[in-house]
């Protein structure tokens, strides 16, 4: 097989993402079947007149969202999508092509340091002090338009969304949300399926709700959609650019499944985007709200923790056809989120601070991420083994382990190591690892550390 | 009957709380007798050489908090307290006899230029960029301590409370903090007594959480105790010190009998204190939470709203037996107030500005309440006959009206007046009206605008 992109080397773009991009709406658009070959990546290398780097970059950020697979020894093909009416989710793909601007979530505490606080005090006695902030009156049910707007560009922007801003709500907290959308849907739901392993905080507030929680066991690296359909659940909660705990990623025939299986059984799809922005290896994943065509997916963000744990500013997108039902129901819910806060972060965002700040916490750690694994590496290369690292602020490995669980957890306690047993996976144990608080000059003697707690 | 205070004419204590608190104790302390007769104004005034208003103003509160009754030309009697075991309630009345320094809870918009911006705007700045403050660590799950010392300390002295700082539990709403209650109490707990005419916004969570919401008519301007025993729920929420939307005030025998069902039945009574310290007539009435010995109640207050609308802080105070399991369930619940704001808040009241800024709205909104009512009374005395205006930031008042409910609503939202209809008494209507937001210049202007919205 030959692929011929044209590629514009002026552009601002990089040459992987156009690739990327041509290759994706190749395969959406037909033009390149399923189980087909494409070039090598030397082949491709030398008859696109590109680097080996390039071609890997695209080619891995295709094998993350699942257009394509890479057949060990074989090479690389096409991904089958076809069974899912694929055109119901492809007529907006250029947007879903995101900026290669990363995104974190920060599991707990960020890098000492990372914000801009100067920039941000002034903005706050700007705002505090005008007199259109109405400080005096009482803030939107919804959020504060100037924030709704801005969280709209953001998400299509960065994460491939589709949404306006009169489809987002602004609360302190995906807990909070979680309520305001119980009160949406209850009429309609009264059961959740949800991950396991998953976000336990989700799950807790979904069991005070008095709902049936259906745990759906994650267990083989992918999600089992099988299982959800026998579960009778009609709303369904998960992760599905960064699967919490485990870091992996739903592949995009999944992601149509999964969409086609909303559509088709009437539906909704809680999709937690946590911390899909920072990835390491290569873009972030755009998001299934962004590939929905038939109101089906409910969207969960949180912004506060991009900049500061302090900070506690979430929003929820609902599909358009939820809005009469949200409209009659709103009042009855007060806004959580400071009102001041929320136009301080609007203009924040607006003149340019989030990206800037999202851009330079992506490079302390992506730089972190690495120092962390090489050291890990190093020094226990017969031990751990790294299963996922490529995105957030934790890294999944496994590990043989002799310590009971009491014992591991106590040592990790005691040494301050935010380590996570996710389960037993045979006989190795299976751990996630947050890191987003390690100073950098303390790596090496913080995997130390966790040698001692697996280990001694 | 004698009384014969000592009273000291140097205290800083006003005197008509020197001999409402000895009138008091000796009420609790059975010295004075049920049934008793007082001396009447003119006696007291006489004998114990002070001014009838000083005699006025101590058994106005004697009145409101229930200790007295005053029978049309028969005086002042003391009530009959015996039956509910007084002496389990009364060891901490020295400490429910708050100081004279007024609270509120602002509706709907607050005085405009109220707030000293630039105090807060100093705080912020400081405590944002404090070390300590620690902005990269995710906060308490309970809420800061320093900000729960502020608060067990401002309950304790200000509404007569009996709290230490390990009680309270800071979140952004009541809304919040009652799912977080809930949390804690489901397991025991499916149904709730709730208040009709009473505040929604509680019965809508509650609805939520599946729980069967009973409703208690208050009819008769008291609340029905026996009601409450018949309708068989042992979780009851209610505003004794400034009933919403109807502005009674339960008295004393009521809010023993009260306690002495829920310590019988293992029940237990949220008590919204919402705004129960801006009282214009007399000292705020202390809370039950300070009456309760036998973790019976659980008190709601709000911070945010005392300041500013656009701040979210309330708080929480639980009983000590609950709290083994809220330290079972806590870290299920994120906070959801800003860490930041949190110390501000904490500093703003430790630095003596929040006392200071309640002294000054108290000012304000007093001014504004005899404004309204003197104009009211000017215009239509013939036509509204005001209920209740002693407190908080809204009159209740009754009328004859001809027009419509739809119409009413209409007319009152057209002309932005915050008119809410509670009921039908006989043939007359029942409202309230907020008017915190109006300047005072405007308020006969307001009075005219009021009138053609009812009666054109």
């Known amino acids: 097989m030959i692929i011929s992109p044209i590629l514009d080397k002026t552009s601002n773009k990089a040459l992987y993402i156009q690739l990327y991009e041509y290759i994706k709406s190749e395969i959406t658009l037909g033009l390149l079947k399923p189980d087909s070959k494409l070039p090598s990546i030397r082949e491709a290398s030398s008859s696109l007149n590109l680097s080996k ?27 089958d999508l076809s069974e899912y009416s694929y055109e119901n989710f492809t007529d907006n793909h250029k947007k879903t092509v995101c900026k290669t601007v990363d995104f974190k979530y920060l599991n707990d505490g960020v890098d000492n340091g990372s914000f801009d606080i100067s920039s941000w005090k002034r903005i706050y006695n700007k705002v505090i002090s005008d007199k259109a902030t109405e400080i005096y009156t009482n803030g939107s049910f919804q959020g504060e338009s100037i924030l709704r707007d801005e969280i709209a560009n953001f998400v299509n922007t960065m994460r491939g969304g589709n949404t306006s801003p009169d489809q987002v709500i602004v609360g302190a907290g995906v807990q909070y949300l979680l309520g305001v959308l119980i009160g949406i849907i209850k009429d309609n739901h009264n059961s ?8 336990k905080k989700a799950e807790f507030i979904f069991e005070d709700y008095m709902f049936d929680v259906k745990h759906i066991n994650i267990t083989d690296n992918s999600y089992p959609i099988d299982t959800l359909k026998t579960s009778e659940a009609k709303l369904v909660y998960l992760s599905p650019s960064h699967q919490y705990p485990l870091g992996t990623i739903m592949p ?12 088709k059984n009437s539906g909704l799809i809680i999709e937690d985007d946590y911390d899909a922005i920072i990835r390491y290896g290569g873009m972030p994943i755009p998001c299934l709200q962004g590939l929905d065509k038939h109101n089906c997916v409910i969207y969960l963000g949180s912004f506060s923790k991009v900049l500061l744990p302090a900070l506690r500013i979430s929003f929820m997108i609902i599909p358009k056809n939820l809005l009469p039902k949200y409209h009659n129901i709103k009042s009855k819910y007060t806004q959580s989120t400071s009102k001041i806060d929320q136009i301080v972060l609007a203009n924040f965002m607006k003149e340019g601070y989030m990206l800037k700040h999202i851009r330079k916490i992506k490079r302390i750690y992506k730089k972190k991420n690495l120092l962390l ?29 002799k310590k009971n669980e009491g014992d591991l957890n106590k040592a990790a306690t005691d040494n301050h190591i935010l380590l996570n047993i996710i389960g037993k996976v045979e006989s190795k144990t299976l751990f996630s690892l947050n890191y987003s608080g390690i100073c950098m000059e303390d790596i090496s003697s913080f995997t130390d550390m966790l040698g001692k707690v697996l280990f001694e």
């Open 53 to 79: 780097t390039t071609i890997e970059n695209a080619y891995s950020q295709l094998v993350a969202e699942g257009y394509i697979e890479n057949l060990p020894k074989k090479g690389y093909f096409v991904c």
């Open 192 to 199: 959740v399926a949800v991950e396991n392993p998953g976000y």
């Open 252 to 263: 995009v025939n999944k992601r149509m499944e999964l969409l086609d299986w909303a559509y």
């Open 373 to 401: 694994t090489n050291s890990i590496k190093e020094k226990y290369s017969d031990k751990i083994n790294i299963i996922n690292s490529d995105s957030g602020l934790h890294i999944v490995f496994e590990s043989l382990i």
